[in-house]
Nanobody, 120 residues
Framework: QGQLAEVGGGLAQPGGSLTLSCAAS????????MGWHRQAPGQRRESVAT???????HHLDSVKGRFNINRDKPEAMVFLQMNDLRPDYTAVYFC??????????????WGQGTQVTVSS
């Protein structure tokens, strides 16, 4: 439970697109939400987009209209389609999953991170 593997990232030009994918391995029946955070050099980690089991989506204001998050719940996967990229989106992007196995327990798990660099 809680092992997350990210695929995607890399170098893109401003205005370009990238897609990130993440798969959770092990038992995933207690996953409540999956999403993406990012951390730029010298900055705090921030939530970019999260999607709950009830399909509630939270987006960082600066990426609304540019980033789209989707989940494949049976496969315990989450995707982030990033469009119209800007240089200030350069960061390490981390997959995140919150497990809620019972009403009193929450566990957060993280992927190792994938570098996204937006530069001409």
């Amino acid at each position: 439970q809680g092992q997350l593997a990210e695929v995607g990232g890399g170098l893109a030009q401003p205005g370009g697109s990238l897609t990130l994918s993440c798969a959770a391995s092990g038992s995933s029946f207690s996953i409540y939400s999956m999403g993406w955070h990012r951390q730029a050099p010298g900055q705090r980690r921030e939530s970019v987009a999260t999607m709950t089991n009830g399909d509630y989506i939270h987006h960082l204001d600066s990426v609304k209209g540019r980033f789209n998050i989707n989940r494949d719940k049976p496969e315990a996967m989450v995707f982030l389609q990033m469009n119209d990229l800007r240089p200030d989106y350069t960061a390490v992007y981390f997959c995140h999953a919150r497990y809620v196995p019972d009403w009193s327990t929450e566990r957060d798990y993280w992927g190792q991170g994938t570098q996204v660099t937006v530069s001409s």
